[in-house]
């Protein structure tokens, strides 16, 4: 079975700065997904960055952007310019490929806050 | 991308009674996901419900108090039964599109349940 570990429960950035959030992970598989989403206070579920196993290039989505090391298990995502809409619990997430196991498993959140 | 519609969004039950949630989505899916959210907790699946099969459900949930349906590839209902406080929790549901091997999970906007 797959784990998905988030180190840090709450983390706060003052705006324009930058931050690194971690997420570790633990799978015999060699190829899967992996996921950022944030929650804000809406509920809503939103997709932040995927970055797929066997890609060695970190994905990139605008100010967002991960650093996925496939050999140490560690895929933390970085947030440049940090803005107020990003005050949102950020979830870490795994996927496998197989078409009949294609559900989640989440970190347990890291909550961040951008501060004025 | 995927819309799904899930109501109610939120509801305040009464112990002992059930409740049941929908999910309505905008094109055909194979595989649509029910997780629950604890509060100040992350996603925990609770099954994966196939049309014209039974649900298959996770250690720790049963169909006997979570029972699903689905009916056609566009809809399913969980019915969260005879309810406990400790069932106070965000149910959502989920599906998984992969369009041009981009995967991704798409959400319902969540039912904020209270049981009283």
């Known amino acids: 079975a797959q784990t998905v570990t988030q180190s840090q429960p709450e983390m706060s950035v003052q705006e324009a700065e930058t931050v690194t959030l971690s997420c570790t992970y633990d799978t015999s598989e060699n190829n899967y997904y992996l996921f950022w989403y944030k929650q804000p206070p809406s509920r809503q579920m939103i997709l932040v960055i995927r970055q797929e196993a066997y890609k060695q290039q970190n994905a990139t989505e605008n100010r967002f952007s991960v650093n996925f090391q496939k050999a140490a298990k560690s895929f933390s995502l970085k947030i440049s310019d940090s803005q107020l809409g990003d005050t949102a619990m950020y979830f870490c997430?795994?996927?496998?490929?197989?078409?009949?196991?294609?559900?989640?498993?989440f970190g347990s959140g890291t909550q961040l806050t951008v501060l004025p | 991308s995927a819309v799904i519609s899930q109501k109610p969004s939120r509801d305040i039950c009464q112990r002992g009674t059930s409740l049941t949630i929908q999910c309505q989505v905008d094109?055909?899916?194979?595989?649509m996901f029910w997780y629950r959210q604890q509060p100040g907790q992350s996603l925990t699946l609770i099954a994966t419900a196939n049309q014209g099969s039974e649900a298959t459900y996770e250690s720790g949930f049963v169909i006997d108090k979570f029972p699903i349906s689905r009916p056609n590839l566009t809809f399913s209902t969980l019915t969260v039964s005879n309810m406990s406080p400790e069932d106070s929790s965000i149910y959502l549901c989920?599906?998984?599109?992969?369009?041009?091997?981009?995967?991704?999970?798409?959400f319902g906007q969540g039912t904020r349940l209270t049981v009283v």
């Open positions: 989920s599906v998984v599109r992969s369009l041009y091997r981009n995967t991704e999970a798409f």
């Open positions: 094109s055909q899916v194979t595989m």
């Open positions: 997430a795994f996927m496998k490929p197989d078409g009949s196991a294609r559900q989640l498993t």
